[in-house]
């Protein structure tokens, strides 16, 4: 999850690539204009230097019926090297699935580390779980399973969690991406990093209002402008929206 500009155009052009083979990566979810260019990320950057355990879980995931939600390849790497920019430490991250993304972060962190997993399905984490404890990260996890909102909102009435994450990554229920934000600019320390994904959700933030969008696009895409308003007016933080993977918006709190 040139850029599909409208809905014909991501509609034509997913369709053309599954025709044709398309990409091989899971999901297709990059916004690059050609399949070769960004088939040639990935065989050049990204394939030689994945680690062994996060190419068994992409492999494994690629032949789940819902493999559109995973975390691309490409996007994993960048995760991966931004913790280690940061020197991340505590982390979260709402919306597991089978833990690709999670993964990618489990590696980055030191062996002290520790990541605050949320995810309303622990069925899809679980089909993961044998390649993360495989790869020894798996103490680094701790694994909620339900909705992340009043685990969130119980934080912040503890009051002890306040500016305690390093990063927190949202790649989650799209309509509720404000109500994260709202709770988590409280928990992430002050220079320290939100990422929330799909936030160019398949091209369709630049689609025509009637544009023939698959359902679920439509449904979504309107939160997904909101949220994409609401950062770049917030104060509090600095922001980057990146194409990478379905779009990823990089916020850092300053005050």
Request: hydrophobic residues 40%; aromatic residues 8%.
């Amino acid at each position: 999850m040139a850029t599909k500009v409208a809905g014909q155009q991501c509609e034509a052009s997913n369709g053309a690539q599954n025709q044709a083979g398309g990409h091989q990566e899971v999901g297709h979810k990059s916004l690059l204009q050609s399949d070769a260019l960004f088939q040639y990320i990935l065989e050049t950057s990204v394939y030689p230097r994945e680690p062994e355990p996060m190419k068994e879980l992409r492999e494994l995931t690629a032949k789940h019926p819902w493999n559109i939600m995973t975390t691309s390849a490409d996007e994993g790497q960048f995760l991966n090297m931004l913790l280690k920019l940061i020197n991340a430490k505590n982390t979260m991250e709402i919306g597991v699935y089978t833990g690709y993304s999670l993964l990618a972060t489990a590696l980055a962190l030191p062996q002290d580390g520790k990541i605050l997993a949320m995810d309303i399905n622990r069925e899809n984490y679980e089909l993961g779980r044998p390649i993360i404890e495989k790869a020894g990260v798996a103490h680094k996890i701790d694994f909620r399973e339900g909705p992340a909102l009043p685990v969130l909102d119980q934080m912040i009435q503890d009051g002890k969690y306040h500016g305690s994450f390093d990063f927190i990554f949202v790649d989650a229920d799209k309509d509720n991406y404000l109500n994260y934000h709202k709770r988590l600019i409280e928990l992430v320390k002050v220079g320290g990093l939100i990422g929330y994904d799909n936030t160019l959700w398949n091209g369709s933030v630049v689609a025509p209002p009637d544009a023939p969008l698959r359902k679920y696009v439509r449904y979504y895409r309107d939160f997904v402008l909101e949220l994409n308003k609401a950062l770049a007016a917030d104060p509090r933080i600095e922001i980057c929206m990146l194409p990478v993977g379905d779009g990823i918006t990089l916020c850092r709190r300053v005050s």
